[in-house]
Nanobody, 123 residues
Framework: QVQLVESGGGLVQAGGSLRLSCAAS????????MGWFRQAPGKEREFVAA????????DYADSVKGRFTISRDNAKNTVYLQMNSLKPEDTAVYYC????????????????WGQGTQVTVSL
């Protein structure tokens, strides 16, 4: 089992940057595929990015490709999401997740979730 705690959200102007972090408990962090999802008010939770167990493969939603970068440090049990060139449509609660199937963009394939961190992008 793994517990996830996100941090780094906040308010930023359009065009700005934020770096989200997700700290995981437990000794099996490297056994999990890690993902980031987001949910805007009135919308369904959507896939943002995922990273493989060793961090050698990444996957991005088309809406964030080229602007966001997911990375992980297995020695620190932490996964990151660097968000650049932020847009107002990136405003959402961002969730860190842990799963077992790399390549899946379905929330149901991720068994563990953090509590979420709010990202607000203003004009």
């Amino acid at each position: 089992q793994v517990q996830l705690v996100e941090s780094g959200g906040g308010l930023v102007q359009a065009g700005g940057s934020l770096r989200l972090s997700c700290a995981a408990s437990g000794r099996t962090f490297s056994s999990y595929v890690m993902g980031w999802f987001r949910q805007a008010p009135g919308k369904e939770r959507e896939f943002v990015a995922a990273i493989s167990w060793r961090g050698d493969s990444t996957d991005y939603a088309d809406s964030v490709k080229g602007r966001f970068t997911i990375s992980r440090d297995n020695a620190k049990n932490t996964v990151y999401l660097q968000m650049n060139s932020l847009k107002p449509e990136d405003t959402a609660v961002y969730y860190c997740s842990a799963g077992w199937t790399y390549g899946s963009r379905y929330a149901d394939d991720y068994g563990y979730w953090g509590q979420g961190t709010q990202v607000t992008v203003s004009l």
